[in-house]
């Protein structure tokens, strides 16, 4: 099973400012098969990035994922009020498709 | 508009059972792979179990084999789990998953339910 890290457990910005969420996987992750999910209070997870960098329909180009075999992040370059949430990364290329523990981005 | 509409949550003793269902629509159903995935209050995502567009193959998380059954009926565009012999630590919103590809070896989710709670407890 490959375990996904996700740092840091929470991360405290304001409104403007960059945001770079790491997920690091215990063994190489095959064809960059990683995901990212949002998810805000009350709500389903909704998928942002897929192919550790493609962005999903309708997300908007402040959200931008990087990174390969082992070591991926997820940045978005100007937080908008709307994007205070927990983020999650998922392995989807091997069985079990597991997921990190997420990453808390909070209004400073 | 893709649609994913779970049902069949409550409240349920340990050892007991609880069948969930999840409706479908808006695309081409027996195209894709489905998947559930559960949330613990409070906790993080956690992959249950998925089947492909067929059935024909089917995963399991190890926390849950040999208790939870999943199925599909395309006939009427519907996700099932089957679960047996439910547990405290099986206390979650369970969500309905909809992969991008037509097997479970691969595929990330690109839409999700909005969940249905089971709650395990005496």
């Known amino acids: 099973e490959i375990v996904l890290t996700q740092s840091p457990g929470t991360l405290s910005l304001s409104p403007g400012e960059r945001a770079t969420l790491s997920c690091r996987a215990s063994?190489?992750?095959?064809?960059?098969?990683l995901a990212w999910y949002q998810q805000k209070p009350g709500q389903a997870p909704r998928l942002l990035i897929y192919?550790?960098?493609s962005r999903a329909t309708g997300i908007p180009d402040r959200f931008s994922g990087s990174g390969s075999g082992t070591d991926f992040t997820l940045t978005i370059s100007r937080l908008e009020p709307e994007d205070f949430a927990v983020y999650y990364c998922?392995?989807?290329?091997?069985?079990?498709?597991?997921f990190g523990g997420g990453t808390k981005v909070e209004i400073k | 508009e893709v649609q994913l509409v779970e049902s069949g949550g409550g409240l349920v003793q340990p050892g007991r059972s609880l069948r969930l269902s999840c409706a479908a629509s808006?695309?081409?159903?027996?195209?894709?792979?489905m998947h559930w995935v559960r949330q613990a209050p409070g906790k993080g995502l956690e992959w249950v179990s998925g089947?492909?567009?067929?059935?024909?193959?089917?995963g399991y998380a190890d926390s849950v084999k040999g208790r939870f059954t999943i199925s599909r009926d395309n006939a009427k565009n519907s996700l099932y789990l089957q679960m047996n012999s439910l547990r405290a630590e099986d206390t979650a919103l369970y969500y309905c998953?909809?992969?991008?590809?037509?097997?479970?070896?691969?595929?990330?989710?690109?839409?999700w339910g909005q969940g249905t709670l089971v709650t395990v407890s005496s």
């Open positions: 998953a909809k992969a991008e590809y037509y097997d479970i070896l691969t595929g990330y989710f690109d839409y």
């Open positions: 063994q190489s992750v095959s064809s960059s098969y």
């Open positions: 089947i492909s567009w067929n059935s024909g193959s089917i």
């Open positions: 998922q392995q989807y290329g091997s069985s079990p498709k597991t």
């Open positions: 808006g695309f081409t159903f027996d195209d894709y792979a």
């Open positions: 192919g550790a960098s």
